[in-house]
């Protein structure tokens, strides 16, 4: 259902829709979800491809009634806001993949750690990757009549007996025929792969990469990342993790093939992400290499994205000459980048005193080293009683608000370490920010 929580100010149906209608259709089309809502009520360009005011009827159910308001719409935007920002039951997952992360959790968590979605619906709006596995053929041709753009697809492999055996579903089989005919509608396509050892690795990866590359301009970008394991694997697959020479070789295979792309289709097309890179003690690519960094949320390019950005940012900022004492808690992969991304911010901040904290990942075990997994927990326990200065630097990545994966709240850390906890953003420049922000003020 379309309820409408919200008319904001300057809605054309300010006055005349209510805050608990359902909105049911937009020019006659009914409202199914948000994506509906989204395309019905868009402006058309005409032929010189400006945007003219146009009418809009919409028809909204208020009790038993049917109402219908016609206004004339001159920006696109109704400016309605709804109780479900879906308007519609989200798509569970069907698939039971051998790598899925949700499997690997322990019990007792809160709840919402262990809904699986697979809605192509959230692509959209949040940029989650889906399998395209619980769709039927009429979701499929909606897609396409929606032109829902961009959209992430797990893909995994191409394969379609292994994709099958990989995510336990008959419909996985389907990968190629689907992304074809996104592709043959011209719909962007930006897509991941969830690399397994002895699975999906080696030649399984070349026979993907090169379908995917066959898809191009529709995928322009693809992303290859390491199945993470916990230490709650008991009666699961039985999957192995890279080790340091294993993603040597994966950067190797990806980059060379990349390379080729980059000469015959003037796109790279295939990145490890960052975590590769980090377990195989190699250099990270510069800049360049990441083009549009279209897959930065999928964790490729955001430590030279973070470099970039913080590059740029040293060029003028004033900095500080106050006394600054604070303490930061990583993960292992990253310590070594954030001690650098320091070295060069005390050029800026010569008083600068900060310990950066490599936090072992006991809760989900020390094959997991990134931080956006860390628990209060670890943290307090591996920090307690150690030199942490005034304020202790918590990365926003481990935080839903502000508390952990285990329900710690950063109160409570802060409270059990003795210390201030600062969060800081995802980017460079909230983090040189929070740093500032934790400078002493004079007489103090």
Same mark, same amino acid.
């Given at each position: 259902?379309?309820?409408?929580?919200?008319?904001?100010?300057?809605?054309?149906?300010?006055?005349?829709?209510?805050?608990?209608?359902?909105?049911?259709?937009?020019?006659?089309?009914?409202?199914? *979800?948000?994506?509906?809502?989204?395309?019905?009520?868009?402006?058309?360009?005409?032929?010189?491809?400006?945007?003219?005011?146009?009418?809009?009827?919409?028809?909204?159910?208020?009790?038993?009634?049917? !109402?219908?308001?016609?206004?004339?719409?001159?920006?696109?935007?109704?400016?309605?806001?709804?109780?479900?920002?879906?308007?519609?039951?989200? @798509?569970?997952?069907?698939?039971?993949?051998?790598?899925?992360?949700?499997?690997?959790?322990? @019990?007792?968590?809160? *709840?919402?750690?262990?809904?699986?979605? *697979?809605?192509?619906?959230?692509?959209?709006?949040?940029?989650?990757?889906?399998?395209?596995?619980?769709?039927?053929?009429?979701?499929?041709?909606?897609?396409?009549?929606?032109?829902?753009?961009?959209?992430?697809?797990?893909?995994?492999?191409?394969?379609?007996?292994?994709?099958?055996?990989?995510?336990?579903?008959?419909?996985?089989?389907?990968?190629?025929?689907?992304?074809?005919?996104?592709?043959?509608?011209?719909?962007?396509?930006?897509?991941?792969?969830?690399?397994c050892k002895g699975l999906n690795d080696g030649a399984e990866l070349d026979r993907t990469m090169r379908d995917l590359k066959s898809l191009y301009?529709?995928?322009?970008?693809?992303?290859?990342?390491?199945?993470?394991?916990?230490?709650?694997?008991?009666?699961?697959?039985?999957?192995?993790?890279?080790?340091?020479?294993?993603?040597?070789?994966?950067?190797?295979?990806?980059?060379?093939?990349?390379?080729?792309?980059?000469?015959?289709?003037?796109?790279?097309?295939?990145?490890?992400?960052?975590?590769?890179?980090?377990?195989?003690e190699a250099d990270l690519p510069g800049y360049a290499y990441y083009e549009d960094f279209e897959q930065l949320e999928n964790g490729v390019g955001m430590l030279?994205?973070?470099?970039?950005?913080?590059?740029?940012?040293?060029?003028?900022? @004033?900095?500080?000459?106050?006394?600054?004492?604070?303490?930061?808690?990583?993960?292992?992969?990253?310590?070594?980048?954030?001690?650098?991304?320091?070295?060069?911010?005390?050029? $800026?901040?010569?008083?600068?005193?900060? $310990?950066?904290?490599?936090?072992?990942?006991?809760?989900?075990?020390?094959?997991?080293?990134?931080?956006?997994?860390?628990?209060?927990? *670890?943290? !307090? +326990?591996?920090?307690?009683?150690?030199? !942490?200065?005034?304020?202790?630097?918590?990365?926003?990545?481990?935080? $839903?608000?502000?508390?952990?994966?285990?329900?710690?709240?950063?109160? $409570?850390?802060?409270?059990?370490?003795?210390?201030?906890? +600062?969060?800081?953003?995802?980017?460079?420049?909230?983090?040189?920010?929070?740093?500032?922000?934790?400078?002493?003020?004079?007489?103090?």
């Amino acid at each position: 259902m379309a309820v409408i929580q919200d008319v904001f100010q300057y809605s054309p149906f300010r006055g005349k829709v209510k805050k608990g209608d359902d909105l049911i259709r937009i020019n006659g089309k009914i409202i199914h *979800d948000f994506l509906d809502y989204m395309y019905f009520s868009s402006e058309i360009a005409d032929e010189n491809g400006e945007i003219p005011p146009q009418e809009v009827e919409i028809t909204v159910r208020r009790g038993k009634k049917l !109402l219908t308001f016609r206004e004339v719409v001159r920006e696109g935007d109704l400016r309605l806001d709804f109780a479900n920002y879906i308007m519609d039951d989200q @798509k569970v997952c069907k698939n039971k993949c051998v790598f899925c992360f949700i499997d690997q959790m322990p @019990k007792g968590m809160r *709840d919402t750690l262990y809904y699986k979605d *697979d809605d192509f619906r959230l692509s959209l709006i949040y940029g989650n990757y889906v399998t395209l596995t619980n769709l039927t053929d009429e979701e499929l041709d909606r897609i396409v009549s929606l032109r829902v753009s961009p959209l992430n697809v797990s893909v995994h492999t191409t394969n379609p007996e292994l994709r099958v055996r990989m995510m336990a579903n008959p419909n996985a089989a389907k990968i190629m025929e689907n992304l074809k005919k996104f592709s043959d509608a011209g719909i962007n396509l930006r897509c991941q792969i969830v690399l397994c050892k002895g699975l999906n690795d080696g030649a399984e990866l070349d026979r993907t990469m090169r379908d995917l590359k066959s898809l191009y301009p529709a995928v322009s970008s693809v992303s290859v990342v390491p199945v993470g394991l916990t230490k709650y694997r008991e009666g699961l697959y039985p999957l192995e993790a890279f080790e340091k020479e294993d993603c040597r070789a994966v950067l190797e295979q990806i980059n060379a093939f990349g390379d080729r792309c980059l000469e015959e289709l003037g796109a790279r097309l295939f990145y490890p992400s960052d975590e590769f890179y980090l377990k195989a003690e190699a250099d990270l690519p510069g800049y360049a290499y990441y083009e549009d960094f279209e897959q930065l949320e999928n964790g490729v390019g955001m430590l030279m994205s973070f470099a970039g950005e913080f590059a740029e940012l040293m060029k003028y900022y @004033k900095g500080s000459d106050a006394p600054i004492s604070v303490s930061m808690a990583t993960g292992v992969s990253v310590k070594p980048f954030f001690e650098t991304i320091l070295k060069g911010l005390k050029k $800026r901040f010569p008083n600068l005193n900060c $310990r950066v904290y490599a936090v072992r990942n006991d809760f989900f075990g020390e094959k997991i080293t990134v931080s956006g997994l860390l628990t209060g927990q *670890d943290i !307090l +326990k591996q920090l307690k009683g150690r030199e !942490l200065g005034d304020y202790l630097l918590i990365s926003q990545n481990m935080l $839903r608000g502000n508390t952990f994966l285990d329900d710690m709240t950063t109160y $409570r850390l802060g409270k059990e370490l003795g210390v201030k906890i +600062k969060k800081t953003g995802y980017g460079a420049e909230d983090f040189v920010r929070a740093v500032a922000a934790c400078k002493k003020k004079p007489g103090k």
